[in-house]
């Protein structure tokens, strides 16, 4: 059962439908319902405000949470008793993602190299810190969660930096960290039975638009992975390997996804996520041989033995935007989604529904996935541009120049 909506829990349920199993989707927000009920039953928070009775009576056999939110819900702790596997680390082993702090210092530790940063409770304090390492920062929430206060706001100068001090929320506090630069990659392994297993390298093209220019959006507008098994840009040695004894001691097991900046010859540790993510996660699945088994085996801690399928080494991600995207704030009607040929690479919606008369309808700002798999990296990004431009809906629109810059890793 995927525990999410939108594109990421119709991508997921599909893709695990298509290899054998049974799916189901728990809506584990007030939004993209539709496209989930594409692949099977969804249920819904309103009728079932605990999802463990269902995951028992279901006889699930694996959860796989789109976000880490779960482990707040008042129900979590039912969840972890039940001893159902989920496709995520728990507890503990949950910290490298939700505490940014706890993963700087974890890096330290390990030393992983990672940007200064430090915790601020309020204005003052982040006043004094600026005043005392005066850097251009990136602003952070301390404790990540999609219902922070504060989502990442990336200032590129000291006085970028200060300008913003002065406008944001402090209730849970600011997590600085020093900016980077703008050389990014990432990689994603997944850890079980004690071993680290490389999946792919990856980039996300975060910027609303055409040129990395305006705003990093709250999910990207497109994403490249690259299998990569034996690390050939050396991010999983540099990045992952060095925690191994951390990940053991927690038993650590699930995805994870390192995303790191380089700077004067160096990849520095930005981010760590425990989960395959929006935009990689569906490129991902549809690359395994066996997906199912895959997230059976690492959700039980199990020996994992990882095939990738025969042809299909990078992958390609666009998301289509629609009125109003990036500004959340600006709201348009339902507005129609239409089709003008046949898709011939996996299309997944994410805010949009069908209407009583069977038309697609846009019920938000991010109105589809397109993803395509290939051979080479221009056969994926030609095909998926290819089909995105089968979609029309008004004033939508999606990034032309994935794949030309920041790519390969350490490129801008
Ligand atoms: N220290 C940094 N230096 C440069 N860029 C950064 C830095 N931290 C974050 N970014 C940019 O902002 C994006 C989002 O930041 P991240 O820490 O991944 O937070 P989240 O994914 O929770 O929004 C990163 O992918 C990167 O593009
Ligand atoms: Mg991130």
Redesign the pocket.
């Known amino acids: 059962m995927v525990f999410g909506v939108g594109s990421f829990a119709h991508s997921v349920a599909q893709i695990l439908k298509d290899d054998g199993a049974a799916v189901s989707t728990y809506l584990t927000r007030n939004y993209g319902h539709f496209p989930p009920s594409l692949s099977g039953p969804v249920y819904t928070r309103e009728a079932f405000p605990n999802p463990c009775p269902l995951l028992a009576r279901n006889k699930i056999d694996v959860v796989l949470p789109m976000s880490i939110d779960w482990a707040q819900a008042p129900w979590a702790a039912e969840l972890l008793r039940s001893k159902i596997p989920i496709f995520s680390p728990t507890g503990e082993a949950m910290r490298i993602e939700r505490d ?1 702090d706890f993963a700087r210092k974890l890096c330290a530790e390990f030393g992983v190299p990672s ?1 200064k ?1 430090a915790v601020a409770r309020n204005r003052l304090e982040a006043g004094e810190f600026l005043r005392r390492q005066p850097r251009p ?2 602003i ?2 301390p404790l ?1 969660s999609p219902t922070s206060p504060i ?2 706001i ?1 200032c590129e100068t000291l006085e970028d930096t200060r300008s913003w001090l002065r406008n944001i929320d402090y209730a849970e506090g600011v997590f600085l ?6 050389a ?1 990659a990432g990689h994603i392994a997944l850890i079980s039975g004690g071993e680290v297993h490389s999946l792919v390298t990856n980039q ?1 093209y ?1 910027r609303a638009f055409v040129g990395d220019m305006g705003v ?1 959006a709250g999910a990207p507008l497109g994403g490249l992975i690259e299998r990569d098994p034996d690390d050939k840009y050396g991010l999983a040695r540099q990045l992952i390997h060095p925690l191994l004894p951390w990940f053991r001691k927690v038993k650590y097991h699930g995805p994870i996804q390192a ?1 790191a ?1 380089r700077r004067d010859g160096q990849w ?1 540790a ?2 760590y ?1 425990i989960r395959v993510g929006v935009t990689s996660g569906p490129m991902i699945l549809r690359m395994l041989k066996h997906p199912t088994e895959i997230i059976l085996n690492t959700a039980r801690n199990k020996k994992l033995n990882v095939e990738f399928r025969e042809r299909l080494h990078f992958g390609c991600s666009l998301t289509l935007a629609g009125y109003g995207y990036p500004y959340v704030q600006i709201r348009g009607p339902q507005l129609p989604v239409e089709l003008v040929e046949p898709f011939d690479c996996d299309v997944w919606w994410n805010e949009v529904t069908r209407d009583n008369d069977g038309q697609l309808m846009t019920t938000g700002h991010r109105i589809a996935d397109v993803i395509a798999l290939g051979v080479s990296l221009d056969e994926a990004i030609g095909k998926a541009y290819s089909n995105i431009r089968k979609i029309r809906s008004l004033a939508s629109y999606y990034r032309t120049d994935v794949g030309r810059s920041l790519w390969p890793p350490g490129n801008i």
């Open positions: 940014r940007p940063a920062y990136v952070k929430n990540c989502h990442t990336l960290q020093e900016y980077m630069g703008r990014e996300e975060k990093v995303t900046v520095f930005i981010e996520n």
